[in-house]
């Protein structure tokens, strides 16, 4: 048996992949130097050997191994774009004590470094000072920020940001936090949708839609086997029975029991194609890799794990001018900072030659069910047992019965989650601290409260004591 530490298989993990070295459209590179393999872009005095580097033993700027790590994957991925500044004064480190421990984490021998005077010991020690200091007085703009972050997801990991897991549901709250306050508008800032109750009409090919239909021989149903995206399938069939129609269900492994096998029956009831995919890594191990639980803002889960491979197989067998790509997105469910519209394409810059829709999107959750009843299409077994998603047992963004379907149904499923929670010492649901445990209490109030015909009380509104963690 072989064991490796966790900083060995960290080292390892970041010594595998290749660094970043960008070139311009003439293809030479765009860095300055190589230091230890490592593209340097900034400018830069020296490349010295790393052990030359001394940092000052009084440097008051802490650096947690969270931060340390997450420099770490920048400089791999990103290169060097800050040197490491030496004072020639006293000789030790003033900017950079953190780069430094991110190239030792690297296990790299070669950093670059940039030095500098200072007219005495106090003109140093305040630079060092208000080396992190200025930084903090900034302040963001949040929306841009999200904005940002949102036009750049698919071109590049997210957490190089800076806003890794917790850190990007933190900024969902502030900006929540200062919408409440403020009140820009009180109700969604999105068009208002008003939602197709006739059957009908639900099931037509809008007038100024057909468009994006003509030429396309394949229509593609990205595919969870649930009541939205199984509408969707079936609106395909109806309209394009005539063209090669897919169902691709992709199972990161985390599925609840059956879901697969639910996907494979109902494309075969409709007699249309069914396509499974699989993710290449395990979800587990991405977690402990990124140290926490997916963000239910940015979900990488999703990402990496549903979407990725769906788009993989997409990208290696249909093209994009005869392919049109549908999911259950609808307009219900979509947040107020959301910008999906009925035709609005993948996030994935790759997938944006291929036109997408998405027919549920402003047909009500009623008329769905009732189209799909009337045409005999099975229904996922666990709507029937509580269950209100056809989602992952493990999804931190699952809902307070769900989690009380996931206990009372999979209880082995429910205590994994739990051992995870304790593994990583996080809750289920960073973003509003709640874990799975609370989760479940929540579902059993307003499970109590469904019982009863009351109205339910949105999950926030749910004051959970503390200890509901350790019941």
Known sequence: MIIISVGEAFRNHYRDEEPSEQVDLQGQPLYKALADAIPVYCAHEKIIDIIEAIPNPRNPNQHPDSQ?????????????????????????ITKG??????????????????????????????????????????????????????????????????????QMDQLL???????????????????????????????????EDAHLF????????????????????????????????????????????????????????????????????????????????PSTIFPWCQSDFVYGP?????????????????????????????????????????????????????????????????AGVPFWWGYEMGAKRTACWMCPGMKGEQALFIQERFPGLADYVRKMEKYMGKPLEQMNDKSFDMKVEIGKRQAARRAKGEALEAEEDYKIVADAQDS
Request: aromatic letters at 8%.
């Open 173 to 207: 709250k502030d900006i929540k936090k200062h919408d409440d306050k403020f009140r820009p508008g009180e109700t969604n800032s999105r068009p208002k949708i008003d939602f197709i109750e006739d059957e009908k009409r639900a099931l037509e090919v809008p007038a």
């Open 310 to 374: 769906i788009n993989d197989w997409i990208l290696a067998n249909l093209e994009a001018h005869e392919t049109v790509v549908m999911d259950g997105s609808s307009g219900d469910q979509v947040t107020r900072l959301s910008k999906k519209t009925k035709t609005s394409k993948s996030t994935e810059k790759r997938m944006h030659e291929y036109a997408y829709y998405h027919p549920r999107y402003d047909v009500s959750r009623e008329a769905s069910e009732k189209i799909l009843k009337h």
């Open 68 to 92: 340390i790590e997450l420099l770490a994957r920048i400089i791999k991925a990103q290169g060097w774009r800050n040197p490491i500044v030496i004072s020639k004064l006293s000789g030790f």
């Open 214 to 293: 003509e030429g396309k021989k394949n229509v593609v149903v990205i595919f969870s086997g649930g009541i939205d995206s199984t509408f969707s399938l079936f609106w395909a069939k109806q309209n394009f029975g005539d063209r090669r129609v897919i169902g691709i269900f992709s199972d990161p492994g985390v599925e609840l029991p059956g879901a697969a096998l639910h996907a494979y029956q109902v494309c075969m009831y409709l007699e249309v194609e069914f396509v499974l995919v699989k993710p290449k890594s395990d979800m587990f191990i991405e977690m402990v890799k990124r140290g926490g639980w």
């Open 97 to 166: 004590h953190g780069r430094l421990l991110a190239a030792q984490k690297l296990g790299v021998k070669q950093i670059p470094v940039d030095y500098q005077d200072y007219a005495n010991p106090a003109a140093e020690w305040a630079d060092i000072i208000a080396d992190n200091k200025i930084a903090e007085l900034a302040t963001p703009d949040n929306k841009l920020i999200k904005e940002i972050l949102d036009e750049i997801r698919g071109d590049i990991d997210l957490d190089l940001t800076g806003y890794a897991g917790v």
